[in-house]
């Protein structure tokens, strides 16, 4: 679990856990058909037969998109023993690269280390895709990850605020055109999730 970087907030959320309220409106249908697609992904993990896809799961601000990426991280650790790490996409990976430029950062010179790390393990959650800035920098990097993971076969699974499509037009469409192989898009309608669990203010 230390190694996977799971969020405290998520560790140990499993798809039995996740509440789904007591009607298709609680919370939207959009959430339970995520669900849906992220139990028979995990469930037929080991089937031989089964070909595992990513995903690109998008919607908006507290929608349950990092909790249902990170629940099938915890499920895939707890049942298979896979090798999972969760990253958002500027703080755990981009800042990190660009860390190892500084003389004075403990990763000083470890880019090719840390660019490895993120390309091979067995599955990789990237979270807030697409918060990050347009540069020809984050263009590249993220393409050359998105990249060896879609050559070597490794799950992917993304979360945004914004649909895929909006990668159409972004770093020459290379990377739209490696995700739309390499994931199934997934829309969460749902209202902020995290409302559900707030304190009613008098």
């Not at 595992?52 to 298979?80: D, H, M």
């Not at 393990?121 to 993220?142: A, H, M, P, T, Y």
Request: aromatic content about 12%; overall charge negative.
């Amino acid at each position: 679990m230390e190694n996977a970087n799971i969020p405290a907030r998520y560790r140990f959320q499993f798809l039995s856990t996740i509440d789904l309220g007591e009607s298709n409106h609680d919370p939207d249908l959009s959430f339970i058909v995520a669900h849906d697609w992220a139990n028979e992904l995990v469930h037929s993990w080991a089937d031989p037969s089964f070909v595992p896809q990513g995903f690109y799961l998008w919607g908006g601000t507290g929608s349950g998109k990092t909790l249902l990426a990170c629940v099938i991280l915890n499920e895939l650790i707890f049942r298979y023993g896979v090798k999972c790490k969760y990253a958002k996409v500027n703080k755990d990976f981009l800042s990190a690269i660009r860390d190892t430029y500084q003389t004075d950062s403990e990763t000083h010179g470890q880019e090719r280390f840390i660019e490895r790390e993120f390309a091979n393990v067995d599955v990789l959650v990237i979270d807030d895709f697409g918060v990050q800035k347009e540069s020809e920098f984050n263009n590249r990097k993220l393409y050359d990850l998105i990249d060896s993971r879609y050559e070597q076969e490794k799950i992917t699974l993304l979360t945004s605020n914004h649909p895929l499509d909006e990668w159409r037009e972004r770093g020459q469409g290379r990377i739209y055109s490696r995700l739309m192989e390499m994931t199934k898009e997934i829309q969460l309608k749902c209202p902020d999730y995290r409302m559900k669990f707030t304190p009613e203010r008098v």
